[in-house]
């Protein structure tokens, strides 16, 4: 995902050089304006998430003042000398997010945007997303998007069919979501949970002393998707005398209430799923051959997660971004962990995946998962060197911020500008070896100060301990 965008105006170019090395370094795009009103007027503020502006601009308060009308909710960072902060008229002091000294360090400078990248992705309106809960990049899922995409606007029935665990409610929700329908009610009902004998009365509804228990009456699901979309869940499940009312509702689009014979006209429109072969029902007399061509007029088939295996780590990716909005964990894989999770079977699907993540959570809570961790199933797998590139060996996602944390502390900032400790000599080297050399010795550093506390040494690198573990593992760095 691109990162906002900071906005940088500032007439100082020493102070607005190094603001730009460490930004750019910290891969934020940037844009730098000279401090004119003019420039601040045609300056458009979208996906800007902080506005930096350097002190003793010319109208300073003029020109924050415009800044603040166009940008109200956008925070706005005074950049000062050190020590000058008492120096800055109360007025401006009111008008800004925050007083910032410059030249700074790493650590403070990263919480500022860090904060600031917060406030923007808070403010920032999430857009609603058709395609949500169908992630993947494979062709099989392409085209399951492809058919959503071309029935959704129709009001054909839909038989979705796939393997238990497929996210066959996904696609119906999302082609509620695509459809003409989608400010109306979306009603699911799951027609292999419900008793047989109680499932009429769920669809249909039932007056007041319909039956044993009918003390009041009850609307059913047909009633409640009025104008909507019902989903009717396993629907190979439903018992065959259910079958035949269900047939007459999509023919003649009324009903009635069980315990009434008051007719009631629905406008709702039918997406049904099943795990099971519908052809293999019919032929062994569970599942009726009118009511499946009733329900087959568009079929989409949702292919199994073995079956688009390259999928995976997108969507680990995105049950973990789940399970972290809903505040229930969080945890990283290793690039090992997800080749040996792309070797898996997957009986049980995309669902099987989500509860082994959650599982994970719990167990590992904000470490990172190799192939150690995994369950014992797993570890009948084995990987060669050809399915994880050498350069990604033994990196998270996590590893690779924290890489970047290391080497922006071997940027010298001060008043002068900025310059970096390391040289690239002419005949080039070993990035790679450098950085580990580089992070090794800085791991050695801080276990050395912390009289080798891992917890102390991680919250000195500031990173997680488990992280740190791996690392010590990783480089095979013993504790002094």
């Not at 990283?332 to 079977?345: G, R």
């Not at 590893?399 to 500008?417: K, P, Q, Y």
Request: net charge negative.
């Amino acid at each position: 995902m691109a990162l906002p965008r900071i906005l940088l105006i500032d007439y100082n170019k020493s102070r607005a050089q190094q603001v730009a090395t460490i930004v750019q370094f910290l891969d934020y795009p940037l844009t730098t304006l000279s401090a004119t009103d003019n420039d601040v007027a045609l300056t458009a503020f979208d996906d800007v998430m902080v506005i930096l502006v350097g002190n003793g601009i010319d109208k300073q308060a003029t020109l924050i003042k415009t800044i603040t009308d166009r940008a109200p909710k956008i925070p706005l960072v005074l950049l000062i000398d050190r020590g000058t902060g008492l120096q800055i008229a109360t007025p401006i002091q009111k008008m800004v997010t925050q007083l910032f000294e410059w030249p700074t360090i790493y650590t403070p400078f990263n919480d500022l945007l860090s904060k600031c990248k917060l406030l923007h992705a808070q403010n920032t309106p999430k857009p609603s997303s058709p395609t949500k809960g169908l992630a993947g990049k494979s062709t099989a899922i392409a085209n399951t998007r492809a058919l959503i995409a071309q029935v959704a606007e129709s009001e054909a029935t839909v038989l979705i069919l796939g393997e238990s665990g497929t996210g066959k409610e996904v696609v119906a929700q999302m082609l509620h979501r695509l459809s003409s329908r989608r400010d109306k009610p979306f009603v699911p009902v799951n027609c292999g949970a419900i008793p047989g004998e109680l499932l009429e009365s769920e669809l249909f509804g039932h007056e007041k002393g319909a039956f044993t228990g009918a003390l009041n009456s009850r609307q059913g699901r047909f009633e409640l998707a009025e104008g909507g979309t019902l989903f009717l869940d396993e629907i190979g499940d439903m018992p065959m005398t259910m079958q035949v009312k269900l047939l007459r509702v999509l023919q003649e689009r009324t009903f009635e209430r069980v315990g009434s014979n008051k007719t009631i006209e629905c406008d709702v429109r039918i997406l049904a799923a099943t795990h099971r072969q519908l052809d293999d029902e019919i032929k062994e007399h569970r599942f009726r051959e009118d009511l499946f061509y009733r329900l087959n007029v568009f079929p989409i088939e949702v292919p199994a997660l073995r079956e688009r295996v390259e999928d995976i780590p997108e969507l680990v990716q995105d049950l973990i971004a789940r399970l972290q909005a809903a505040k229930r964990g969080s945890v990283d894989f290793t690039p090992k962990a997800i080749h040996m999770l792309m070797q898996h079977h997957w009986p049980g699907n995309v669902r099987e995946l989500a509860n082994l993540i959650e599982r994970l959570t719990i167990i590992k809570p904000n470490g990172l998962v190799d192939t150690t961790d995994l369950p014992e199933k797993f570890q009948q797998y084995t990987l060669s060197t050809s399915e994880i590139q050498e350069d990604k060996d033994d990196l998270s996602v996590n590893d690779i911020a924290e890489l970047s944390a290391f080497t922006l502390e071997r940027i010298a900032i001060n008043g002068s500008g900025v310059s970096v400790i390391a040289h690239l000599p002419e005949q080039g080297i070993d990035l790679k070896e450098y950085l580990n050399d580089m992070e090794t010795d800085l791991i050695r550093q801080a276990l050395s100060d912390c009289n080798g506390v891992v917890a102390h040494a991680a919250k000195r690198l500031n990173m997680r301990r488990t992280t740190l573990v791996e690392k010590l593992r990783k480089f095979d760095v013993s504790r002094p």
